[in-house]
Structures are given as C-alpha cells and as structure tokens.
C-alpha cells in the first residue's frame, strides 16, 4: 500500500519562508508532485522530484530524499496570494496513477 | 488554447438519480483520471484510463462508471449505488511517462439533495 503525511495546517507572516514536510511509504517510487490548491479550484503543478536534491523554480524550492521517503516545499518571500493548501503526490510503480496526501493548509497573515 | 474541461461546474441531484459528468481535454494526453475531494480530505482516485477502451478502479470506485470511447473523452456516470455523493470532482489527464504530471479540470461540484 501506499502511505503519505503531511502537516494538517501551518501559518506564516508575509515575507517569512516556510517549510511543509511530506513523508511516504510506497511501493515503488516513480517522482513526487506538489501541487497547490486555492479554495474551491483545481490543483496546479508546483514541482516534480524523482532524484534526490533540491530543485529550485522561482520562489518555491523542493527537495527529495528517496532513502528517508521525505520530501519538502520550501516557499520564501510569503505572499498573500500564496495561502492555499499544497498537496504532495506520489507515483508508485508500474503505473500512471498519483496518490496524494490530505494537503496541508498554508495561512499567509500580514 | 488547450486544456481540459469540466462539466457542469455545479450540479444538483436528487437522491437515487444517476448523473454524468463530462470531461474533454484537447492535450492529446493517453492517460485521464477521475478523482474525488471531500472538505478537509486529499484527493481520492475514483477510475483511471491509460488508453483508449480501457479503464481501471482507482481506490473509491463502487457507485461509479466510466467509459473511454475516445482519447479525448473521459465521463463520469455517478449512479445511484454511490452512498456518499455529494463532492468535489476532479477530472485530469496526463502525458503516458512517469514523469507526466497531471492537469486538472476545473472541477465539478455534485450536491445530492
């Protein structure tokens, strides 16, 4: 079976950087998605991780380590716009499908 | 502009009615999904297409059909048989590699009365 947690909830201040945290456990590993979410919308692609390592794109960073079955998204330079929720998805073996975490909420305050 | 496309964005049903919701996309993508999102809850898979006329349950799929007619094409039928109907929808699709993410619809949102 496939297994991925992440903080239900985090808070942070605009400007600040943070961090969400995503663990799994998978059988098979093909890449790890974040996607972000606003209320009420469809996800959007933030990040693709299948080595281990940081990738950086812009404000957003994401960073993989397939021994530990970690993964984060680091965002800097919070803006208001960036409150959402932010699922990690994982791509097992041998087929298409991703299976997501229960998203963690991110309020940005001023 | 390519993309994919959802409908009816709200949809209202009575209980024991059986309902479709479309999904269209036009990025020639071989792989379509159907997901369920329930407040508070991750992204749960109902059915899954990675060719066209061939289809398999995801994780949630008793209580709805699918059918994959065309590369193009991917509906959802939620029949009567679904216990819990009223949900957020998503359709998406994706490029046939590992690395293809996924792009969503705009989703559909069903309220059994």
């Known amino acids: 079976g496939q297994n991925i947690d992440q903080p239900t909830e985090m808070t942070a201040t605009e400007g600040a950087i943070v961090q969400i945290n995503c663990t799994y456990q998978?059988?098979?590993?093909?890449?790890l998605f974040w996607y972000q979410q606003h209320a009420g919308e469809a996800p959007t692609f933030l990040s693709y991780?299948?080595?281990?390592g940081l990738e950086e794109k812009g404000r957003f960073s994401s960073f993989l380590s397939r021994s530990k079955g970690y993964s984060y998204l680091l965002l800097k330079e919070l803006q208001m716009k960036d409150s959402a929720s932010y699922l990690c998805?994982?791509?097992?073996?041998?087929?298409?499908?991703?299976?997501f975490g229960t998203g963690t909420r991110l309020l940005v305050s001023p | 502009d390519g993309g994919i496309t959802q409908s009816p964005k709200y949809l209202f049903r009575k209980e024991g009615q059986n309902v479709t919701l479309s999904c269209e996309q036009n990025?020639?993508?071989?792989?379509m999904y159907w997901y369920r999102q329930d407040p508070g809850q991750g992204l749960r898979l109902i059915y899954y297409?990675?060719?066209?006329?061939?289809?398999q349950k995801g994780d949630i799929a008793e209580g709805y059909s699918v059918s994959r007619e065309k590369k193009e094409s991917f509906p959802l039928t939620v029949t009567s048989a679904q216990k819990n109907p009223t949900a957020f929808y998503l359709c998406?699709?994706?490029?046939?590699?590992?690395?293809?993410?996924?792009?969503f619809g705009e989703g559909s949102r069903l309220t059994v009365l």
């Open positions: 998406a699709s994706s490029t046939s590699g590992a690395t293809g993410e996924l792009f």
């Open positions: 998978t059988s098979g590993f093909n890449g």
């Open positions: 991780n299948v080595l281990d």
């Open positions: 998805a994982v791509r097992g073996r041998g087929f298409q499908k991703l299976v």
């Open positions: 990025l020639n993508h071989d792989a």
């Open positions: 297409s990675q060719i066209v006329n061939d289809f």
